[in-house]
């Protein structure tokens, strides 16, 4: 069946986000903390002393593709990252409303992009035109983009990393029916109805195309990444990190 969904992230996923983040993505708060755990540590690597690392920490500059409501950067802001050196993209204006609501007074930059100009570029000026950032976290949004976007957006990623810098990608890759009908049932003990799955996964047709979790691994390699591991997986939601060479 080639339907095409009509899934949008609209005012009532908006208002239900949290929801739908928790319990249709395996794993998802332990994947956004491991992620900044993982940024940290990056971005502290080098430093040898406490003034370093409250250095090192408050210029690192981090993106964040499909930033939302912004839960990813209560991760960062508590181990010591600056508020005003997230930045982040959003495709969503309900959800970037959100974002504003909650952190716009403290500095953080955002940019809303019309669905229709995907994938975003990652050194516009929005952001000062710098391709200087040290973290890059792409949640659960490189999935949406067309198949054929997605190795472009990936270099376009690592151009726009520092030397050094950390990419951390979560997708949804391509589930065997046997995982699916297991991931489903996860769904259940989340609380969510047979009804909603199967309205969820005939909207997300053709919106959300997965692909096999090895095409992710060459294409991060071909992309021009270096030390490319699984942070997380489970039920096919995978999160890597790749780091782009230091020299």
């Known amino acids: 069946d080639s339907t095409q969904g009509d899934w949008e992230f609209d005012q009532n996923v ?3 986000w949290e929801n739908h983040m928790v319990a249709h993505i395996p794993g998802r708060d332990d994947v956004l903390e491991l992620s900044a755990e993982m940024a940290y540590r990056s971005v502290v690597s080098g430093a040898t002393s406490p003034e370093q690392i409250i250095q090192a920490l408050s210029s ?3 993106l964040v593709f499909w930033i939302a409501k912004g839960a990813t950067v209560a991760r960062y802001v508590k181990r010591g990252f600056a508020v005003g050196n997230v930045v982040g993209i959003n495709y969503s204006k309900p959800l970037n409303d959100g974002l504003k609501e909650a952190y716009s007074n403290q500095g953080l930059k955002s940019l809303l992009v019309d669905p229709k ?3 975003a570029n990652p050194c516009c000026e929005t952001f000062g035109g710098r391709c ?4 890059i ?3 659960w949004s490189l999935h949406f983009e067309k198949i054929e976007d997605r190795l472009q957006l990936m270099q376009q990623v ?3 990393l520092k030397p050094g810098g950390v990419f951390i990608l979560s997708e949804k890759t391509r589930q065997p029916q046997i995982l699916e009908v297991a991931y489903h049932e996860w769904k259940r003990q989340q609380g969510v109805s047979d009804d909603v799955i199967a309205s969820k996964k005939k909207s997300l047709q053709g919106v959300l195309e997965t692909l096999p979790s090895r095409w992710y691994e060459e294409k991060l390699v071909e992309a021009g990444f270096e030390e490319v591991a699984v942070l997380h ?7 890597w990190m790749g780091r782009k060479p230091r020299t």
Request: glycine share 4%.
């Open 158 to 160: 690592y151009s726009a």
């Open 14 to 16: 908006s208002d239900d």
């Open 233 to 239: 997986a489970k039920f096919g939601f995978v999160t």
């Open 137 to 139: 976290q792409m949640p």
């Open 60 to 62: 690192a500059r981090i």
């Open 117 to 119: 100009n995907r994938p």
């Open 132 to 135: 200087s950032f040290d973290v």
